[in-house]
């Protein structure tokens, strides 16, 4: 209806600087990729999700819409977690033939934010099984998923630094300014020795991180929530 709200999120931009994909409920539930030319201003559904047979493609809740797409490097692929058959899967559209592929991920309750490595040879995610939330990667030439994280906390988000050699991610950790609750902070996971680093604590929650092209910044959305003390 009129009344619904359209939510257009979840933007991701070619390498190129010319088109830009993104979520749309344009047309209602569930949400569609559009591509935009940003030169027009003109966008275009590539797909149906009833042709295609997804059921949906998981944007978040409300307050907090996450990251849901990544494009590699190179442009030619974009990657997201979709539904189908009440499965979770990774989903690869290729923007020059313009075809999309389904990948297989059994075993898990749940796949979401998916982020390209700088080779365009695996892909992070975050992964629920057994109730457990932890970053995995996709190796996109053997088919096969590996467990990053393992730990009783709620690992999301991941995403791949510039050279490749780590993973910065957010996880659900005690709060610095509020120990009786849990906010997110953001993580560095070293892939060649599997150590993980806190990066920072200003409290509150710190979301969908993302690297600079040097390497030397990590980009993040941070919700700080300010405590008041009764005299």
């Given at each position: 209806?009129?009344?619904?709200p359209?939510?257009n999120?979840a933007p991701v931009?070619a ?5 830009m ?22 966008s275009?559904?590539?797909w ?5 047979a997804i ?12 990251r ?5 490097r ?16 990774l989903?690869?559209?290729?923007t020059?033939?313009r ?15 998916p982020a390209?490595s ?9 992964g629920m099984?057994d ?11 053997s088919?096969?998923?590996a ?9 999301q988000?991941p995403?791949?630094?510039?050279d ?9 950790l ?5 120990p009786?609750r ?6 560095r996971?070293?892939?060649?020795d599997?150590s993980?680093?806190?990066?920072e604590?200003?409290g509150g929650?710190?979301?969908d ?6 390497g ?8 700080v929530?300010?405590?008041s003390?009764?005299?």
């Amino acid at each position: 209806t009129p009344d619904i709200p359209q939510f257009n999120t979840a933007p991701v931009i070619a390498p190129d600087g010319k088109t830009m994909y993104y979520l749309s409920t344009r047309h209602g539930y569930p949400p569609a990729v559009y591509e935009m030319d940003l030169a027009t201003r003109r966008s275009r559904r590539l797909w149906g999700l009833g042709r295609t047979a997804i059921e949906n493609i998981p944007m978040g809740n409300f307050a907090y819409l996450s990251r849901v797409m990544d494009i590699s490097r190179d442009g030619s692929r974009l990657v997201f977690a979709g539904t189908r058959n009440h499965r979770d899967g990774l989903y690869f559209y290729d923007t020059r033939s313009r075809r999309l592929e389904r990948r297989e991920l059994p075993g898990f309750q749940n796949v979401a934010q998916p982020a390209f490595s700088p080779d365009g040879r695996q892909v992070a995610f975050s992964g629920m099984k057994d109730s457990f939330t932890d970053v995995y990667s996709y190796d996109l030439a053997s088919g096969q998923a590996a467990q990053l994280t393992a730990d009783p906390e709620d690992d999301q988000m991941p995403y791949f630094t510039p050279d490749g050699k780590a993973i910065v991610y957010a996880s659900e950790l005690r709060d610095a300014l509020d120990p009786a609750r849990k906010g997110r902070r953001l993580l560095r996971l070293d892939l060649a020795d599997r150590s993980v680093t806190r990066l920072e604590d200003v409290g509150g929650e710190s979301r969908d991180p993302v690297a600079s092209a040097d390497g030397r910044r990590i980009l993040t959305v941070a919700i700080v929530t300010a405590l008041s003390t009764a005299d």
